[in-house]
């Protein structure tokens, strides 16, 4: 057989386990070259004036790359990391590596759809083939029970038909054995990223793990096993301090360094060896709002991102860049909202308690355009993730797919509720 290698381009889905690409890739028989292109256009500053990807999320993002490097190079491959525009960057090694075929994730949202459509069409002349895998629901589109574009508007329809009608296939071992393309191909030297100014130890800070596959299932086992925390999760999930209220999974999943499934399987796990209860339960049903925003996307395309939503009548929306500004950054004079506004600024991370609320407040009290809360959001989260940014956003703001939400949240009230001694306001407005 002559040699022709194969490429895996790494893009969300910064891991070997689990990894249908790479599986795939493997099951050819060719060498592999794995690459990953971190795109130029993440660095443009948005038109409201910072960063579309800030610094703390940048970081995540870079020491998830560095371990997946890492991680080949103890298989005695190596990550090929470029900086670019990746249609070009995948191109350009298409052209010098004589690649057969580029194995990839496939996508659901317009801008990530688009480039996959440009790449196709660079790779067309080159006579290199593309193919996409499936990687980043719980549920694969096609195992759902409906055509993805007659999906059902309401969560509760979508998720019951879900728990009786789907099997949530078993993960993907790491390939035994990989074998890799020697090449010299240059890496680029990535974007510098600025030292933490406040770094994310803050003494409040949440998120208790960095980039990578291995700090990633080390959390998965910490939370599930070590600290058991799983067994109580239902009941502790509205939390506001600590590393355990919720599972904090988020950051992996977002960056690929934890597949669901993965997730999926070891609740199993312990729910055949501890307990299963409402609150393992719970951990797969919100793993499924996950799986429905990334089909309510690939549903709605670039609906999404109008200021009206998915709702049929426009919406007008104020755009007071001084009342947006105190928001940001954590000065608009409410203390739960300001709190929040300013975990999320110090660590890249808010509890979904926190979001619902300082969402709530800049489109129900404010009446600013949501996109701005979204795309301050895109800049911060280390979890970000195109579906379940926008289209949480979208569903607070009361223009998502769902016709009966209309959602308010009453802010001294949620915090007298949630935050009864006030420790959270304490613990980050006390200077
Ligand atoms: C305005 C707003 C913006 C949001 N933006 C994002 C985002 O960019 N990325 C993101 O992953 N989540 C987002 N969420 C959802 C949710 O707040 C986070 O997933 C959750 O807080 C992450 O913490 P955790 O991993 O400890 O969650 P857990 O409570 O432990 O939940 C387990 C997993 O379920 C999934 N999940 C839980 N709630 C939701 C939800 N409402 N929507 C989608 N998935 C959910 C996540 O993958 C999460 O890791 C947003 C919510 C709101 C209200």
């Not at 948005?46 to 610094?55: E, N, Q, V, Y």
């Not at 510098?192 to 080390?218: I, L, N, Q």
């Not at 959390?219 to 599930?224: D, G, T």
Request: with cysteine; charged share 20%; proline share 6%.
């Amino acid at each position: 057989m002559a040699v022709q290698p194969v490429l895996v381009w790494f893009k969300h889905d910064l891991r070997l386990a689990d990894h249908e690409p790479l599986w795939h890739a493997c099951q050819t028989g060719q060498p592999v070259v794995a690459a990953v292109v971190v795109d130029a256009r993440l660095f443009e500053t948005t038109a409201l004036g910072f960063p579309r990807m800030g610094h703390i999320r940048t970081r995540f993002l870079f020491e998830s790359i560095r371990s997946l490097a890492g991680e080949l190079a103890a298989r005695g491959g190596r990550l090929i990391i470029r900086y670019g525009d990746p249609a070009t960057e995948i191109a350009g090694l298409v052209k010098s590596l004589g690649i057969a075929s580029v194995y990839t994730a496939g996508e659901v949202a317009p801008e990530e759809v688009a480039l996959l459509q440009r790449l196709r069409h660079v790779l067309n002349p080159l006579g290199a083939k593309l193919t996409t895998c499936h990687h980043h629901t719980l549920v694969r589109s096609e195992d759902l029970p409906w055509p993805v574009a007659q999906l059902p508007d309401v969560f509760t329809q979508f998720r019951k038909e879900v728990e009786r009608a789907c099997e949530v296939r078993a993960p993907l071992p790491v390939p035994a054995t990989i074998s890799f393309f020697n090449t010299e191909y240059p890496d680029h030297t990535l974007p510098a990223v600025p030292p933490a100014a406040e770094p994310a130890s803050h003494p409040a800070s949440v998120v208790t793990y960095g980039g990578g596959e291995p700090e990633a299932r080390r959390r998965l086992h910490e939370y599930i096993w070590t600290c058991d925390a799983l067994r109580t999760y239902k009941e502790t999930r509205n939390g506001l301090l600590g590393a355990n209220y919720s599972s904090k999974f988020s950051p992996a999943l977002a960056v690929g360094t934890l597949s669901p499934r993965t997730i999926y399987h070891e609740v199993k796990r312990y729910e055949a060896d501890r307990i299963a209860n409402d609150s393992t339960y719970w951990l797969v049903f919100e793993l499924l709002w996950r799986d429905y925003f990334q089909f309510v996307m690939q549903k709605f395309g670039s609906r999404v991102f109008h200021s009206r939503g998915l709702r049929p009548a426009p919406v007008v929306w104020r755009r007071d860049s001084v009342l947006f500004e105190q928001w940001r950054l954590g000065h608009t004079g409410v203390p739960f909202v300001d709190a929040n506004m300013r975990e999320l600024l110090h660590t890249g991370f808010m509890s979904n308690r926190g979001r619902q609320n300082v969402a709530s407040y800049l489109t129900k009290d404010l009446h600013l355009d949501w996109r701005w809360g979204a795309a301050w959001f895109e800049s911060q989260l280390i979890d970000y993730d195109v579906c379940s940014n926008w289209l949480n956003w979208a569903y607070v703001a009361g223009v998502g797919n769902d016709p009966r939400e209309d959602r308010y949240f009453n802010i001294a009230r949620q915090a007298e509720r949630y935050d009864p001694q006030g420790a959270y306001v304490h613990a980050w407005l006390k200077n």
